[in-house]
């Protein structure tokens, strides 16, 4: 801790030459991704011209903005925010990255649940309060990630029925439950609101049967705002068999 | 320690004890202020890294409808200016008052430079419709190429205008520079303005390879 | 000290006594353009306690809404917007300022025994443009009225063929918050600098009142989060204007990476609202009980550490958003992490009550409600980070219970707290004691009674953000009726309690008893050695730093602690490295009297003293350095920090020694 910059009174000059010098490495360098991007690197171009953009940056901020030459904190508070930066990017493309691949698991699994639950389900809403208050379970899963599945094809049947929130609520799914309602009531099918697969389908949908059963039902008034949040597993509980085609459909469409 | 003595420096605010204390917040504060410019535009380069994992084939044939001699150009240009302003504040701090005030207007004038550039890349692109989502026209790029486009204009566009921002900033250094207000004692706000300026360019000097140049 | 007599020179040229800083410059003009931040502060909160009462009246036509199973007060459009607008305003005008910009603007130069904060015309600008932001936000409300929620999720929000009479609506809003943001990254930036450049002489990282490790760890959020909802926001605006096709799915965009973008911003803002209410609960435990801290570096750096861990978990708001398993599944264990920092912070608080001479005045009964409700928020926290429990209570009302238990029982009542604490010091005037108590026991109960039947009306599955349930089933439709009912009848308690909180407020104002004393709680933090009301520089002289703020002797027989007492000359150090220190404690009372003749000799005094502090200040670094290599990774950076800053301030007060 003993060399601050800031110590002293005078400035500190960086001599010309190192401006210049710097300079000169800049200008390569940008020469250098110009030509780089000519050749025909395949996927590993992106990494390369990052590459040389991090070290052009470093000269920048090193050089240009003084940053070697100052207090230690300074760099920290730099740096740290591109810390924060990073944690930004990593846990948005954790999320990205495997949407797909354990939806694709569910797809199947929910489908088959789906006919289950339907057969033994009277698609009653007392049958639901009573299953939750006694204790026993609905529909019994094998595994925890499941179980928000199940109660979502109740609901959804349910709600062709016209009592649709009472169910969800009963059934103790809560907000899944009683959107899953207003999904029911909403468009059916053009609910999907979940956004991973939603990238292109029927996106006013959930947001205008939310506003448009606003009328006074339970589930009508449900703002549309949480829609997107909360019809989400709804949609999901349908959604897995048309989920790969919806995916990619805008990219395809344009082709 | 020359500064703070006796005599109460112009510069010096009556809350700080010296003029060191006065620097040395003031450019915490402004790298603190830069920290956060880099998460502001961390969330653009977020949402580019998304939407380009999602469209991969989108982005690569889209990118090849910028034109990469005049993003190169304005790379040259940008980079140019934050020498001229590092000249600019190593003048400042030797108390060389003509060379400071001849290197802002160097900066300032390369910025407009970059402006002029940028306006010529737009104004071509608006032409043949390569615009937003809302009014795209273009046809003939596979993909959903709006969405490449919307980017470009939304990182380029936020860039340019902190461009602006900078031209402002230095043309009012500029005056006071000439003014007389700087000396190797006190120049915090040519350094600060550098800062920023160079944090604009550092900006740059990601999105020309990734708008661009991107295979 | 060269510099101190300058200072002090220049400080007492322009004050009189009975000048302070409320009554040093005359008119509206000098308040709205005033640098001091005391001024600032007070502007601050007059804006932000006028805003509480706006929000508070939105809340209670909710509540009165579902006081029946019909909806027979709003429609539902209207409906939703009084619970966004509620939201917005709770949120964005209200709490994120209430402690940092109010309080904090007020206390912090203060405690740290300096003149003003760093930038004084920015800490007015953001002043401008928080007012600049609510004029948007409310503008809003003629433009249409927002109903989104002040979540602002999309595709709803986007899409601009929806919500029709929201149309414009809805980007006044969202240019209002983000205008309100760019208020509180300035406000980031000052107290930042602040801590790290103008502590006064002697107060090292580790002497600061918690208070302001509290304020720190928030700026350091604002800092770093809040760009990231000015982008989401811009972004979000550009997308209904022009359409960008980043969240419009039927653009090709992804409407949960919105609600990535929003919540990574929107969780730390959780931790931006509750840290400073921590913060205030670290000073009101410690002043009201007469006893040093329990554990203050854990609570300090739990601080640093609750501001890290917030930017990991902002998942956990999207657990049925549709973001994948593998991303919630994360996001909930590192959720979990948060408790621990937090429970860190509510044993040491705890611990400090422990045989502490406790008076139960009313800062001091809303810290104990605090404790009560915020360990009650905290803990159902745990069953909404839990992955398959929040799948069932996701915005069910018991998430509704859970948030308003750490914003409102947690914050707001901190700040209630932390508003009557330094009440005499900002106004000069005493506010009615036996009021104060008897609203602090009315908004404890009725706060309980309004939230804690929401955890029940959740559990039962009562969804949040419907204005009728009267569809339910019979069964349901009677549990959640009387629910409901007993919920709006606390909320009218609460209000109550609030409403007679403002009145008496109001009237010390103008007809309170003087505050006779500099120092009337007795506390040993730096802003009670000015005058009541400060004056308009803070300090006669500028104060020096010899002891921690929370160095209370121990608790006499009789319960008083010894700070209590004005006169009182008795050492106050309990550290036996500044033992040898203790005849030359400078008082503030001396200081007064001997005005400027003492001078001279007092800087000779000083100096006496600062070398002694940098003497043992050299010590310190060694052993801390050591034990921050020891800490976990986590509390690393919290560390490395201190230790940098220790390093800076040690270097500033070379500088000075230089200057002699």
């Known amino acids: 801790m003993s060399a601050h910059a800031h110590d002293s009174s005078e400035p500190h000059v960086l001599p010309l030459k190192i401006y210049f010098q710097v300079y000169g490495a800049l200008l390569v360098l940008t020469g250098a991704t110009v030509g780089v991007s000519l050749l025909d690197l395949g996927p590993n171009a992106i990494y390369i011209a990052m590459l040389?953009?991090?070290?052009?940056?470093?000269?920048?901020?090193?050089?240009?903005?003084?940053?070697?030459?100052?207090?230690?904190?300074?760099?920290?508070?730099?740096?740290?925010?591109?810390?924060?930066?990073?944690?930004?990017?990593?846990?948005?493309?954790?999320?990205?990255?495997?949407?797909?691949?354990?939806?694709?698991?569910?797809?199947?699994?929910?489908?088959?649940?789906?006919?289950?639950?339907?057969?033994?389900?009277?698609?009653?809403?007392?049958?639901?309060?009573?299953?939750?208050?006694?204790?026993?379970?609905?529909?019994?899963?094998?595994?925890?990630?499941?179980?928000?599945?199940?109660?979502?094809?109740?609901?959804?049947?349910?709600?062709?029925?016209?009592?649709?929130?009472?169910?969800?609520?009963?059934?103790?799914?809560?907000?899944?439950?009683?959107?899953?309602?207003?999904?029911?009531?909403?468009?059916?099918?053009?609910?999907?609101?979940?956004?991973?697969?939603?990238?292109?389908?029927?996106?006013?949908?959930?947001?205008?049967?939310?506003?448009?059963?606003?009328?006074?039902?339970?589930?009508?008034?449900?703002?549309?705002?949480?829609?997107?949040?909360?019809a989400a597993p709804a949609a999901k509980a349908k959604a897995p068999a048309k989920k790969a085609p919806a995916k990619k459909a805008p990219a395809k469409k344009a082709h | 320690m020359s500064a703070a003595h006796g005599d109460h420096p112009k510069f010096l605010q009556h809350h700080f004890h010296s003029a060191e204390q006065q620097a040395s917040a003031s450019k915490l504060g402004m790298w603190l202020f830069l920290a956060q410019e880099v998460l502001f535009f961390g969330g653009i380069f977020v949402a580019y890294g998304v939407l380009r994992f999602l469209y991969p084939e989108t982005f690569l044939a889209a990118h090849a409808y910028l034109d990469v001699k005049m993003g190169a150009i304005n790379t040259v240009i940008l980079i140019t200016s934050s020498l001229t302003m590092?000249?600019?504040?190593?003048?400042?701090?030797?108390?060389?008052?003509?060379?400071?005030?001849?290197?802002?207007?160097?900066?300032?004038?390369?910025?407009?430079?970059?402006?002029?550039?940028?306006?010529?890349?737009?104004?071509?692109?608006?032409?043949?419709?390569?615009?937003?989502?809302?009014?795209?026209?273009?046809?003939?790029?596979?993909?959903?190429?709006?969405?490449?486009?919307?980017?470009?204009?939304?990182?380029?566009?936020?860039?340019?205008?902190?461009?602006?921002?900078?031209?402002?900033?230095?043309?009012?250094?500029?005056?006071?520079?000439?003014?007389g207000d700087f000396s190797s004692a006190y120049f915090t706000p040519v350094e600060n303005a550098g800062l920023y300026w160079h944090l604009v360019d550092l900006i740059w000097i990601f999105l020309f390879p990734l708008l661009y140049l991107v295979k | 000290m060269a510099t101190v007599t300058t200072a002090n020179g220049h400080a007492s040229e322009h004050h009189e006594v009975g000048s302070n800083y409320l009554n040093a410059r005359k008119g509206v003009l000098s308040w709205l353009f005033t640098l001091d931040h005391k001024r600032i502060g007070v502007m601050y909160l007059a804006g932000t306690l006028f805003f509480f009462m706006i929000g508070g009246i939105l809340a209670l036509l909710v509540r009165t809404e579902l006081l029946t199973p019909a909806g027979d007060l709003f429609q539902g459009d209207t409906y939703n917007r009084v619970f966004t607008l509620h939201g917005a305003i709770m949120v964005f005008i209200f709490i994120i300022p209430s402690v940092p910009a109010a309080l904090g603007n007020f206390v912090l130069p203060l405690m740290l025994g300096t003149k003003d904060v760093a930038f004084p015309r920015i800490n007015l600008l953001s002043f401008w443009i928080w007012m600049l932001g609510t004029a948007f936000l409310l503008y809003s409300i003629i433009a249409g009225s927002v109903d989104t929620g002040w979540t602002f999720y999309t595709p709803y929000s986007s899409d601009p063929q929806v919500g029709s009479q929201a149309g414009s609506a809805i980007i006044w809003a969202l240019m209002g918050v983000f205008i309100l943001g760019f208020s509180s990254i300035l406000t980031g930036v000052n107290f930042i600098t602040t801590v790290h450049k103008m502590r006064a002489p002697g107060m090292t990282w580790t002497k600061m009142p918690l208070f302001i490790w509290g304020i720190y760890a928030t700026a350091v959020i604002q800092v770093l989060a809040t760009p990231v909802l000015a982008i989401t926001l811009l972004l979000l605006t550009i997308e209904r204007t022009l359409g960008i096709g980043i969240f419009d799915p039927a653009l090709g965009g992804d409407p949960v990476l919105f609600q990535h973008f929003f919540w990574f911003y929107s969780h730390p803002a959780v931790y931006i609202m509750i840290l400073p209410g921590m913060a205030i609960i670290s000073e009101l435990v410690t002043v009201h009980s007469k006893k040093n801290i329990f554990g203050y570096k854990p609570i300090a750096y739990s601080s640093m550490a609750i501001a890290i861990i917030s930017f990991l978990v902002w998942g956990h708001h999207m657990f049925t958003s549709g973001q994948s398993e593998l991303a919630s599944t994360v996001f909930s264990a590192l959720t979990f992490a948060v408790a621990v920092p937090t429970a860190i912070k509510v044993f040491s608080w705890v611990a400090t009550l422990y045989k502490g001479s406790i008076s139960l005045n009313t800062p001091m009964l809303y810290c104990l409600s605090f404790l009560f409700l915020f360990t009650i928020g905290g803990l159902t926290g745990l069953f909404c980070s839990t992955l398959a429990t929040d799948i069932h209570i996701h915005d069910t009302y018991f998430v509704v219970a859970h948030f308003h238990y750490v914003m409102m029982g947690g914050t707001v009542i901190a700040f209630l707290g932390g508003l009557h604490h330094w009440w005499p010091k900002m106004t000069g005037r005493w506010y009615n004691e036996n009021w104060g108590r008897f609203a602090a026991a009315l908004v404890f109960i009725g706060f309980n009674v309004t939230f804690f039947s929401q955890f029940v009306l959740g559990s039962q599955g009562m969804p949040r953000r419907y204005h009728t349930y009267h569809s339910a089933s019979p069964d349901l439709k009677a549990i959640f009726t009387k629910w409901h009912q007993v919920s709006t009848v606390g909320s009218y308690i609460l209000a109550a309690g609030l409403f007679i909180t403002l009145f008496y407020l109001l009237h010390s104002l103008f007809r309170g008893k003087k505050v006779a004393e500099k120092n009337p709680w007795g506390a040993k933090s730096l802003e009670w050695l000015t005058e009541t009301p400060p004056i308009e520089h803070n300090f006669h002289e500028e104060p020096v730093c010899l002891h921690g703020p929370y160095d209370y002797d121990e608790i006499s027989p009789d319960g008083q602690g010894a700070g209590a007492d004005e006169d009182d000359d008795s050492p106050l150090y309990l550290d036996k490295k500044t033992e040898a220190k203790k005849a030359e404690e400078p008082k503030a009372e001396e200081k007064k009297a001997e005005e400027k003749k003492a001078e001279e000799p007092k800087a000779e005094e000083k100096k006496a003293e600062e070398k002694k502090a940098e003497e043992k200040k050299a010590e310190e670094p060694k052993a801390e350095a050591k034990k921050a290599e020891a800490k976990k990774a986590e509390e690393t950076k919290a560390e490395e920090k201190k230790a940098e800053a220790k390093a800076e301030a040690k270097s500033d007060d070379e500088a000075d020694k230089d200057k002699k």
């Open chain 1, 52 to 230: 040389v953009a991090v070290i052009k940056a470093g000269f920048v901020v090193g050089y240009f903005m003084h940053l070697r030459y100052d207090t230690r904190f300074l760099s920290l508070v730099f740096f740290g925010s591109l810390i924060f930066l990073v944690i930004f990017f990593a846990f948005t493309f954790i999320d990205l990255t495997s949407r797909d691949r354990i939806d694709q698991n569910q797809a199947n699994f929910t489908l088959r649940k789906h006919q289950d639950i339907q057969e033994e389900s009277t698609g009653s809403v007392t049958v639901g309060i009573k299953r939750f208050r006694s204790g026993a379970n609905p529909p019994v899963l094998p595994k925890a990630p499941e179980v928000k599945k199940a109660p979502k094809p109740a609901a959804g049947t349910a709600a062709g029925t016209g009592a649709a929130a009472g169910t969800g609520a009963a059934a103790g799914t809560g907000a899944a439950a009683g959107t899953g309602a207003a999904a029911g009531t909403g468009t059916a099918a053009g609910t999907g609101a979940d956004p991973g697969t939603g990238t292109g389908a029927g996106t006013s949908e959930p947001a205008g049967g939310g506003t448009a059963a606003g009328t006074g039902s339970v589930a009508g008034s449900a703002s549309a705002a949480p829609g997107s949040g909360s």
């Open chain 2, 86 to 179: 590092a000249l600019g504040v190593r003048a400042a701090q030797t108390n060389n008052q003509k060379q400071t005030v001849l290197m802002l207007a160097l900066t300032i004038l390369f910025a407009c430079g970059f402006l002029v550039v940028k306006y010529f890349e737009y104004s071509h692109k608006i032409h043949v419709g390569l615009v937003t989502a809302r009014s795209f026209s273009a046809t003939g790029i596979a993909g959903s190429p709006h969405i490449f486009f919307s980017l470009y204009f939304a990182m380029t566009g936020l860039h340019g205008l902190h461009v602006l921002v900078g031209i402002i900033v230095l043309a009012w250094i500029l005056m006071r520079a000439r003014r």
